[in-house]
Structure formats: structure tokens, C-alpha cells
């Protein structure tokens, strides 16, 4: 597709990482990226459809949520861990920019976004954001809600790996509101969201976010639930409800240790393995349709601990 036509607000810019040299076997993401127009995506061996990443800058929703702030500096810390990663897929993969909330206009950026991705899904790109506090969700999913494939008929499954329902009733949207406003619009749309999340930590959510949660059917297993076992099998259970998978990953879903430089760090969290291995699980199923990364926080990042397991996950699900 042409990827000069989307409307961004910064232009991407050339990746760079460590050099062992040219060709394949010394690939690295920095080499592997195209950033248009002055690249064109290495599809040399592209056994799986091209991949297409967008920056979305914002922490207004967490600044709003009354967070901790910071995670509009997230997409650049993304892609600095990425760059050096080894790159071992087969994809073509192209960096088309970022979307910047700016002032306050949270509810702009988000639709601008959206957008965006719905153009490039609708040409065949498998998409990513790189957020962003957890108000990148909503941004995707009107990326997603506006395809062709969903207004087709396609079963839209919502993914969510993360402490938090975000189901949070509020005047204003934010970092805790995406998937109520989700919600209300499939109910618009004369549907009904299927959410699921993995990872939801009891104390961290309130009696009325469950009763949310209750009411609309939402399927969740708390933190202390997930073991390898019982994760893999229910995320097998709803990927049989759905034929295209929206993913998104808040990183306090993980322990602290392993995610510090979040907006909200957990206290208990799900152990990467498992969260590696519900991503391998939906990279695997072939309904996996976009994905984000949401909630880093690079101020309070230690050893760019949090930045790297986001580029690691990136890898993952993009192999």
C-alpha cells in the first residue's frame, strides 16, 4: 500500500541498532523496518503477510485516570529496544510514524488513529501500536470496529492481558474507561463486545468494576489463576468464539520486577512465560488481526527493563 497517505503527525524516522553486517544472517530489526518513503519493506522472504507499526503518543488518558505520567515518551523506548533485536521473522515490516495527542485532545488523536489503522488493515497489513497509556486501546479498536472485515460480519474478539478491566464509568475517557466505551459502541453497532482479559488483579479492581464486568459477560482469569495450564486453555476457550483477535498488552499485567517502568506496577503480576506463551498461542491460531502495547512508562524504567520485555513480545508475536 501507500504508506505516504496516511496522516501522521511525525514522520518516521530512519531505525538504527548495533551493525554486524549486511544480508540475512545478520539481520536486525533496525535493518529490517522500512520507514516510507525512503525505504521499501526487505520482502525477500516474506512467508507471512506484512506487518505495519504506529506510534501513538499520548498519556492524557493516564493523566485523566490520575496516573503517573510519561508514557507519551513509550513509542520511541519501543523502538530503541526493538532496534537490536535480532530479526528472525519473515515479515515485511514497515514503521509508518506516530500519532500525537497534543493539548489535551485525547478523543482527537484517538480518532485519527483509528483511521489510520483501519486503512492500512483494510489493505491487508497486520498492524501494531506502539502506546501509549492504556487510551491506545480505544484508538485500536476504532482502527479495528471501522474495517471491512468487521463490518463484514467478522466475530471481533477483544484480548486484553492486564491487571485492570478498564471498565471504569467516568466523565471524561481515559486510561480506565476503554473497554466500557468499547462496550457501548458494538452495542451501537447492534453487537456485543467480546472482552476477555488475563491477568486481573482482585485488589486493584473494585466491587463495581466486577459488577461491570459481570454485566457484560466479560471473561477474565485473576492473576493468581494464571498458571501456564489454565491460561493456555482459556485463552484456547474464547479464541473458539472469534474469527479475528484484537490483542492488547498493558505491561503491569507483569510483576513489578520484571515491568517497573509502568504507570501503575504490579504488585503481584503474571509471570512472563505465561504471557509469552499467550502471545505465541494467539500469533499461532491465525485470527491474530492487531495488536498493541500499551502503558510503558520510560521515566520510571529501570535498565530499560520494561522497554526491552515490550520489544521481546513484539518479536514474538510477529515471528
Known amino acids: 500500500m501507500d504508506f505516504t497517505s496516511l496522516t501522521v503527525d511525525t514522520a518516521p524516522a530512519p531505525w538504527s541498532g548495533r551493525d554486524d553486517g549486511d544480508g540475512p544472517a545478520h539481520r536486525r530489526w533496525w535493518q529490517a523496518v522500512a520507514t516510507p518513503p525512503t525505504a521499501v519493506p526487505d520482502s525477500s522472504a516474506a512467508a507471512a503477510g506484512p506487518a505495519a ?69 483494510d489493505a491487508g497489513q497486520l498492524t501494531f501500536v ?17 474495517t471491512a472485515a468487521v463490518s463484514n460480519g467478522a466475530r471481533l474478539g477483544v484480548l486484553n492481558l492486564d491487571a485492570h478491566f478498564d471498565l471504569r464509568e467516568a466523565p471524561v475517557p481515559s486510561s480506565g474507561t476503554p473497554f466500557l466505551q468499547m462496550a457501548r459502541a458494538e452495542a451501537a453497532a447492534g453487537r456485543e463486545l467480546n472482552y476477555a482479559v488475563v491477568g486481573i488483579s482482585e485488589p486493584n479492581n473494585t466491587r463495581t468494576l466486577f459488577d461491570t464486568a459481570h454485566q457484560l459477560d466479560v471473561k477474565y482469569l485473576l492473576d493468581e489463576d494464571c498458571s501456564a495450564e489454565r491460561t493456555a486453555a482459556f485463552v484456547s476457550a474464547f479464541l473458539e468464539t472469534v474469527d479475528v483477535v484484537y490483542l492488547t498488552i498493558d505491561l503491569d499485567v507483569l510483576p513489578a520486577a520484571v515491568a517497573p517502568g509502568v504507570s501503575a506496577p504490579a504488585a503481584y503480576g503474571v509471570p512472563l512465560p505465561v504471557i509469552a506463551g499467550v502471545c505465541r498461542q494467539v500469533a499461532a491460531s491465525g485470527t491474530l ?31
Do not use: W
Open 53 to 121: 507499526l504506529l506510534g501513538f503518543c499520548s498519556d492524557e488518558g493516564v493523566r485523566r485516570n490520575k496516573g503517573r505520567t510519561g508514557a507519551t515518551a513509550a513509542p520511541a523506548a519501543i523502538r530503541a529496544a526493538l532496534g537490536s533485536l535480532a530479526f528472525h521473522g519473515s515479515r515485511a515490516v514497515t514503521d509508518v510514524g506516530d500519532v500525537v495527542v497534543a493539548g489535551g485532545a485525547l478523543e482527537d488523536g484517538q480518532a485519527r488513529a483509528g483511521r489510520a489503522l483501519t486503512a492500512m488493515l
Open 130 to 146: 506502539l502506546g501509549g497509556g492504556h487510551e491506545t486501546a480505544f484508538a485500536s479498536y476504532l482502527g479495528v470496529a471501522g
Open 289 to 319: 488481526f492487531h495488536f498493541d502495547v500499551a502503558e510503558l512508562n520510560p521515566e520510571f524504567d529501570i535498565d530499560n527493563r520494561t522497554a526491552k520485555v515490550a520489544a521481546r513480545l513484539i518479536d514474538t508475536l510477529l515471528r
